[in-house]
């Protein structure tokens, strides 16, 4: 594989983790990584001003901040294409990979190879996902593939919270009691599998219903 016009960019929590992947990456893979970044969003952000083809992503966890970094990258540049590498198989957290928008899989005790084998894979427009992998991250994205259907009160309420308003203002904003919001907002929240106002946050904007 040719690295001409491959645009590499790599995201991780550690800076001395991005290091030693670009190491890798660039001295054995003959790749070269334009960008490394960290999760923030800001970060992310303007990471992706690169326009990369491929963004590997390190993370042992798909942690909140993970995903959200994860669910921004096609928003933000439709044609990169997205690989992570994580620690030995957890079926739990394989699965909740099952939601993002990844292209890859490659765990990371695979070997050189096997990493070769998934950059390539993934660079020329196919999947590549370690063994046992695979099955847990599509049968969950088979699962979540329906969005929740939310009542047109619900969608209303959403936006509103998420831009930080309290649920009283958000009640009169759409003339309903204070009660008649908290029963929204209690079914909102069930409905979309989030815990409090600060997910609902980042559900909101992950999915662009509002900005950052």
């Known amino acids: 594989m040719s690295s001409d016009h491959r645009v590499i960019c790599l995201l991780g929590h550690s800076a001395l983790d991005r290091a030693a992947y670009r190491l890798l990456l660039e001295g054995e893979l003959g790749l070269e990584v334009a960008v490394d970044a960290s999760f923030a969003p800001v970060a992310v952000w303007a990471a992706l001003r690169a326009k990369p083809n491929l963004v590997v992503v390190d993370a042992d966890s798909p942690t909140p901040e993970v995903r959200d970094a994860v669910q921004m990258i096609p928003k933000l540049c439709k044609a990169a294409r997205i690989l992570v590498i994580g620690a030995a198989v957890d ?11 990844i292209c890859g899989y490659v765990v990371k005790d695979g070997g050189l190879d096997e990493l070769r084998a998934a950059v390539n894979a993934v660079l020329d427009g196919h999947q590549y996902y370690s063994d046992g992998v695979r099955g847990p991250i599509l049968k969950a994205r088979s699962d979540s593939s329906a969005k929740p259907k939310l ?3 619900e969608t209303e309420l959403l936006p509103l919270l998420a831009r930080g308003l309290t649920l009283r203002e958000a009640a009169s904003k759409m003339t309903v009691s204070y009660k008649t919001a908290d029963s929204y ?11 409090d106002r600060v997910d609902l946050a980042r559900y909101a904007i992950r999915e ?5």
């Open 91 to 101: 079926p739990t957290l394989v699965q909740t990979w099952g939601s993002c928008p």
């Open 208 to 212: 662009r219903i509002v900005d950052p």
């Open 151 to 153: 009542s047109r009160r």
């Open 185 to 195: 907002r209690t079914s909102l929240l069930r409905k979309l599998g989030l815990r």
